[in-house]
């Protein structure tokens, strides 16, 4: 119906509605959509304000509270055509009838984008992003993904500002949580997944939505770990580290990009053209819709290189941001820009094209409501198997730090157990940050979690050991743990200390928790730690006095269940960091890639290396790290030949076996070192991964194939290329336990157009 009307439209006005100073309208007057081309037929009808109003996103309500700003108002700019997209919305009933008002009341018909930040689930809620990387099990996010999709789709969303794949190596960072760490490879593997379960093998099946890769740039390496601050970095540092993840999400089809606050060196994404339609569509190829983070582009003027809102709207348009989101300047101002250079229309025609395309892609044009059925909305919402899948990715996303004497699992060894600290209870933090519709009164909290798995004969006692109303829960706390035969201290950061503006100059414990932490670790009984948070924390006192350690973060609706499937042994840890713990934060950033310098770090503090006089050379726990059940051996490392060229890929092998008695899981890391090239190299290079779940003597075979151009380097002339040589083939369960080593030869130059790092290494195992 809606594509008949615009056919009708078109072949009535599609010389006439043509904004001003497009001297192409006769030749393009016959794309009209009985030629198929909806979107060209649309660009001939549309005038300068209505062009603009595609390109602006406006917000619905605020993330707590949404729809609130869906006034009689907002509906009649829906109808004069000056909106394209709303955000902070939802509900299947409620934004079915402002499409309605869209595509039967506006002039041209044109749907609008419904969309939210869906970042680890919609109602079911997940781990926070962080702790799914820790899975390393790309799986876990595509499940995630889809299930988030399946439910935000079901509410009337079409567009979701997910996956979040900016690479830090800074904890100081407050936005670490949104993230899969420090490693390129990694991150890039949890970027393709996100993608593929977001949108599903088709965009307008009516179940998916729109994935946006965000925040393309390099917004994870600010100054100082502080939010917004400028990434003072090197193109080769942007080109190896920070930009694989958002070339693997383009190669996985992500529909769209957000660019990130900051500036690189002073040039604020926002406004790069050079890196927006010279990187990421001129170079890549990227045919999709871009949009601006939330009022980054009248903060060009904050940046310092607009001097209006004019200016920054021309700035915007002219580098390739096609939506503004929630600023206004393309609403309010960019009208009057174009008016003054009328070259901008061709920026401003392309950006309408790309918001059309998408709209296209997601079928609204044919299938404006297939959003938006209430009936579908309420028996998808927190669906039994939705919250299945949530338990199982909250135990796939449980760290273990520590393990001593095999503490862990618990089983029927604990008769008195003290719950230890009022995170216990805090159902509202097991939520995290950009939680959508997520509520505290769904999430099983940590206690009762714990309270459900021990099992019969079994006590569960509680204490706070925090509360501002009780000056002496500190001591009953200690009380409680001393008649306990064992105590589960639930410790670490609350959701508020993490997340978007939440960075801090400090990653140990909060005060509060670092006291009540010394007190139940100066108690005489064995202490399980289950450390909760959204970022690496600086933990050296509990490292050295507790038993055992579990990395909980925020791990969503079923935070409780998972926790003690894990501690109770009815399913073992098996999540490996990634991103590395620090032992103070003066020790920060860091990464294990890191180049090795003239004078490499040495053990020896004695010794003039590049090293912290006063701290080990390696973190607290490295990159990689995890412990398990069982007894599992990494052995037997094969490689398929001593050489490999550009037309002979090379597989490495080897083999894991349990020799427990129990089941546990193991991720077997490879990693690559480029011995000798023309600019130095990093110490390690994650090349490939794999976890598996092994019970009692069971044995498998790994293997890992690689081609020559995942062994390249960005060069200084910007380009990728892997230089002849030598290259050892390092294999282990951390970056820093390496367990096995050989060495291969490349015997040629191989030059390649695509990142390194965002190339899969092909995994079979056996």
């Known amino acids: 119906m809606i594509k008949a009307m615009l056919a009708l439209g078109s072949l009535l006005f599609g010389g006439l509605m043509v904004s001003v100073g497009d001297t192409r309208a006769e030749e393009q007057t016959s794309l009209s959509a009985e030629q198929g081309d909806l979107v060209e037929s649309l660009l001939l009808q549309m005038t300068l304000a209505e062009k603009v109003g595609q390109l602006n996103q406006a917000a619905g309500g605020r993330s707590k509270n949404l729809n609130s700003k869906l006034t009689p108002e907002e509906y009649d700019r829906v109808r004069a055509g000056g909106v394209g997209s709303y955000l902070h919305v939802a509900g299947a009933e409620p934004l079915r009838e402002l499409q309605r008002i869209a595509v039967e009341e506006s002039r041209l018909r044109i749907p609008l984008l419904f969309a939210m930040d869906v970042v680890h689930g919609y109602r079911t809620i997940f781990p926070v992003p962080l702790a799914i990387a820790a899975s390393w099990e790309p799986e876990q996010w595509e499940t995630t993904a889809r299930i988030s999709a399946r439910e935000a ?37 949890m970027a393709a997944a996100q993608v593929h379960g977001y949108q599903g093998q088709d965009l307008a099946a009516g179940d998916t939505v729109m994935a946006t890769t965000k925040h393309f740039g390099a917004y994870g390496a600010p100054i100082g770990g502080r939010d917004y601050g400028s990434a003072d970095i090197s193109q080769r540092s942007l080109h190896e580290t920070y930009l694989p993840p958002f070339y693997a999400a383009m190669a996985a089809g992500t529909g769209g990009y957000m660019t990130a606050f900051n500036d690189i060196a002073g040039r604020p994404t926002t406004a790069n053209a050079d890196l927006i339609n010279g990187t990421l569509r001129g170079t890549w190829g990227f045919d999709g819709m871009i949009v601006s983070d939330w009022n980054a582009i009248a903060e060009l003027m904050n940046h310092g290189i607009a001097r209006t809102r004019s200016d920054a709207g021309a700035l915007a348009i002219s580098a390739g941001i096609d939506m503004d989101m929630m600023s206004l300047v393309y609403a309010d101002d960019l009208s009057a820009a174009v008016t003054r250079d009328p070259a901008l229309l ?23 409501f297939i ?117 589960v201290l639930v410790t670490g950061e609350d959701y508020d200390l993490s997340g978007e503006a939440r960075s801090r100059s400090d990653v140990s414990l909060p005060q509060e928790q670092q006291i009540l932490t010394d007190a139940i670790l100066a108690v005489d009984r064995p202490v399980i730690v289950a450390l909760t948070g959204g970022r690496p924390l600086a933990i050296s006192n509990i490292a050295e006095k507790a038993d055992a350690i579990l990395m909980t973060w925020f791990l969503g609706n079923e935070a409780g269940s998972a926790l003690a ?196 290494t092909k995994v079979a195992v056996k």
């Open 153 to 189: 789709a079901s509410s009337g969303l079409h567009w979701t500002f997910a996956p979040m794949v900016d690479i830090t190596r800074d904890p100081r960072w407050g936005r670490v949580v949104e993230g899969s760490g420090e490693d390129p490879y990694l991150g890039s593997i």
């Open 346 to 368: 061709t920026h401003l025609d392309n950006a309408v094209r790309n918001v059309l395309k998408a709209k296209q892609k997601l079928g609204l044009f044919d299938n404006p």
């Open 371 to 487: 959003y938006h059925d209430a009936a579908k909305e309420a028996v998808t919402l927190r669906a039994q198997d939705h919250l299945d899948a949530a338990r199982q990715v909250a135990v796939r996303s449980i760290v273990m730090l520590k393990n001593d004497n095999a503490i862990l699992p618990l089983g029927g060894k604990a008769k008195r157990i003290s719950v230890i600290g009022s995170l216990a209870t805090d159902t509202q933090s097991q939520l995290g940050s950009w939680r959508a519709r997520g509520d505290k009164a769904e999430v099983v909290s940590l206690l009762d979690g714990i309270k459900s798995g021990a099992g019969k004969g079994a006590v569960v006692d509680y204490a706070a050991g925090i509360d501002p109303d009780n000056p002496n829960a500190l001591q009953e706390a200690v009380e409680l743990a001393r008649n306990s035969d064992i105590i």
């Open 565 to 760: 499937d894990v501690l109770f042994g009815k399913s073992a840890p098996g999540g490996k960091l990634p991103i590395s713990f620090p032992h103070t934060t003066g020790q920060v950033p860091y990464s294990y890639s890191e180049y090795p310098s003239g004078r490499p770090a040495d053990p020896d503090p004695t010794k003039d290396t590049n090293r912290y006089s006063d701290l080990p050379i390696t973190p607290l726990y490295p990159f990689g790290h995890g412990l398990s059940y069982g007894d599992i051996k990494i052995s037997n490392l094969v490689l398929s030949a001593q050489t490999v060229d550009s037309s002979t890929p090379l597989t490495i092998s080897v083999t894991l076996i349990n020799n427990g008695k129990i089941a546990g899981d193991e991720t077997v890391q490879l990693y690559l070192r480029d011995r000798v090239a023309s600019i130095a190299q990093p110490q390690k290079m994650l090349r490939g991964f794999k976890r598996l779940s092994l019970k009692p003597k069971e044995k498998r075979t790994v293997s890992f194939t690689l081609t020559s151009d995942q062994l390249a380097f960005y060069a200084p002339d910007g380009k990728w290329r892997s230089e002849a040589g030598a290259f050892d083939a390092m294999v282990g369960s951390s970056a820093e336990n390496i367990v096995l080593t050989s060495e291969f030869e490349l015997t040629e130059t191989v030059e390649s157009k695509v990142p390194a790092s965002a190339i899969a």
